[in-house]
T-cell receptor
Framework: GQSLEQPSEVTAVEGAIVQINCTYQ??????LSWYQQHDGGAPTFLSY????GLEETGRFSSFLSRSDSYGYLLLQELQMKDSASYFC???????????FGQGTELSVKP | DTGVSQDPRHKITKRGQNVTFRCDPI?????LYWYRQTLGQGPEFLTY????????KSRLLSDRFSAERPKGSFSTLEIQRTEQGDSAMYLC???????????????FGPGTRLTVL
């Protein structure tokens, strides 16, 4: 089977740093992606890790440890507009289907 | 706007009716994916194509669901004899295969929200 676990909700204040964790169990694993989805909107790509380590893209960073089947998304300098659902998603091969976690709803407070 | 369009955006139908959705991917993208999302859940994979070839179909998908991508461009997803449990957002995504990590990004359309009464 394939499953990804992430916290259902996280709350933080503007300007803070928040980390959203994701653990996965998949029969085959190629890489871990992160997507953001605002209410009523489509998922949009944030970051991707195929190798162990940290990938940085502006205020967002993503980390992967293949040996621990674990990754996280780090959001810095939080803004109100970052309030959204965040999904980790595993792929078994390059460009293949994505298996999504259930999502973490992030609420950013003033 | 990612460049992926879906039509219609909303569909209300009665149980037992057939429905068909259309997806137009980003023009140069050779892969096209269909997902289904219900409230509070992550998108669930349904099927995907490389050009016109259907490469994988979810084992969870009943025979009432069929998808086509006849010329390797747009795709249609048909649900026959709809059931109330089919009510969901149906998302289409596209991507371009290649060797670098950027080719793992999938671009999602706005989705078609299906309500089965």
């Amino acid at each position: 089977g394939q499953s990804l676990e992430q916290p259902s909700e996280v709350t933080a204040v503007e300007g803070a740093i928040v980390q959203i964790n994701c653990t996965y169990q998949t029969s085959g694993f190629y890489g871990l992606s992160w997507y953001q989805q605002h209410d009523g909107g489509a998922p949009t790509f944030l970051s991707y890790n195929a190798l162990d380590g940290l990938e940085e893209t502006g205020r967002f960073s993503s980390f992967l440890s293949r040996s621990d089947s674990y990754g996280y998304l780090l959001l810095q300098e939080l803004q109100m507009k970052d309030s959204a659902s965040y999904f980790c998603a595993a792929s078994a091969n390059q460009g293949g289907k994505l298996i999504f976690g259930q999502g973490t709803e992030l609420s950013v407070k003033p | 706007d990612t460049g992926v369009s879906q039509d219609p955006r909303h569909k209300i139908t009665k149980r037992g009716q057939n429905v068909t959705f259309r997806c137009d991917p980003i023009s140069e993208h050779n892969r096209l994916y269909w997902y289904r999302q219900t409230l509070g859940q992550g998108p669930e994979f349904l099927t995907y194509f490389q050009n016109e070839a259907q490469l994988e179909k979810s084992r969870l998908l009943s025979d009432r669901f069929s998808a086509e991508r006849p010329k390797g461009s747009f795709s249609t997803l048909e649900i026959q004899r709809t059931e109330q449990g089919d009510s969901a957002m149906y998302l289409c995504a596209s991507s371009l295969t290649g060797l670098t990590s950027s080719y793992n990004e999938q671009f999602f359309g706005p989705g078609t929200r299906l309500t089965v009464l």
